[in-house]
C-alpha cells in the first residue's frame, strides 16, 4: 500500500469533491439502501463541508481518493463519526483505521471527550437479512442489553473494525431502521484524561 495522505476535503475542489462522492456511494450500495443514487453521495458530502463540521479526505501518493471520513459536534463534549467511507479496493489496508485516528486527533484537539457512532444492522439490499444476531430480533422483548452482551457478526458488519479502533459498544437503538432493525451505539474516549478540563485542572 502507498502512503495515505489525509486532509480537510476542500470544498473549492470540485473534482476531489465529486471523487469522494463516489468513493461513498460505492462503498455503501452493497450493503444498504442509505443512499439511493450518486446524488444522494453528493449532498451528503456537501453537508459535511458547512461551517463547524469536519470532513477529512485519504488520498494515495497520485491524489487518488481512498476513503473519507466525517464528523460533527452534537453536545457538551461529544461528538459524531458520521460517515465513514474507504473505497472497495482500498478496504482492509489500514485507510480505514488511518481516518478514524486523524478524526481523534481533530476532535481532541477542538476539546471533545467523546466520539460516538452509530452503525446500523438493517436488510442487505436484496437478501432480507442483516448482519448481526440482534437482526430480526424484537430487543423490547426481555432485556434489550442481554441481546447486546452476546451479539455475533455474522455477515461482516462493521462493529467489529470499530471494536479494533477502541470503540465499545456502549448502547443500543431497536427498531431504528424498521422492526428488528437496530442501530448499534459505540463510542470510544478521545483527548484528555477523564477527570481534566480543557485548562489542565483536575
Not at 40 to 54: F, Q, T, Y
Not at 158 to 167: I, K, Q, R, V
Request: proline share 5%; glycine share 12%; charged share 25%.
Amino acid at each position: 500500500m502507498s502512503e495515505i495522505h489525509i486532509d480537510d476535503l476542500d470544498a473549492a475542489d470540485d473534482a476531489l469533491v465529486e471523487q469522494t462522492a463516489r468513493v461513498l456511494f460505492e462503498a455503501f450500495q452493497a450493503v444498504t439502501d442509505w443512499l439511493t443514487d450518486i446524488e444522494a453521495a453528493r449532498a451528503e458530502v456537501r453537508e459535511s463541508l458547512e461551517p463547524g463540521r469536519l470532513s477529512l479526505v485519504a488520498r494515495d501518493e497520485a491524489g487518488a481518493v481512498l476513503g473519507w471520513i466525517g464528523g460533527q459536534h452534537e453536545y457538551a463534549r461529544v461528538w459524531e463519526l458520521h460517515p465513514l467511507a474507504v473505497s472497495p479496493p482500498q478496504q482492509r489496508r489500514g485507510v480505514g483505521q488511518a481516518l478514524v485516528a486523524a478524526l481523534e486527533a481533530r476532535v481532541a484537539a477542538l476539546g471533545g471527550l467523546t466520539l460516538r457512532l452509530g452503525t446500523d444492522d438493517e436488510a442487505v439490499p436484496g437478501t432480507g437479512t442483516g448482519r448481526t444476531s440482534l437482526f430480526g430480533v424484537d430487543l423490547y422483548e426481555g432485556e434489550p442489553l442481554k441481546h447486546l452482551l452476546g451479539i455475533r457478526n455474522l455477515r461482516g458488519h462493521p462493529y467489529e473494525f470499530y471494536l479494533a479502533c477502541g470503540f465499545a459498544i456502549v448502547g443500543v437503538v431497536p427498531d431504528a431502521n424498521g422492526r428488528g432493525e437496530p442501530d448499534i451505539l459505540m463510542a470510544r474516549r478521545v483527548g484528555a484524561g477523564i477527570h481534566e478540563d480543557p485548562s489542565g485542572r483536575v
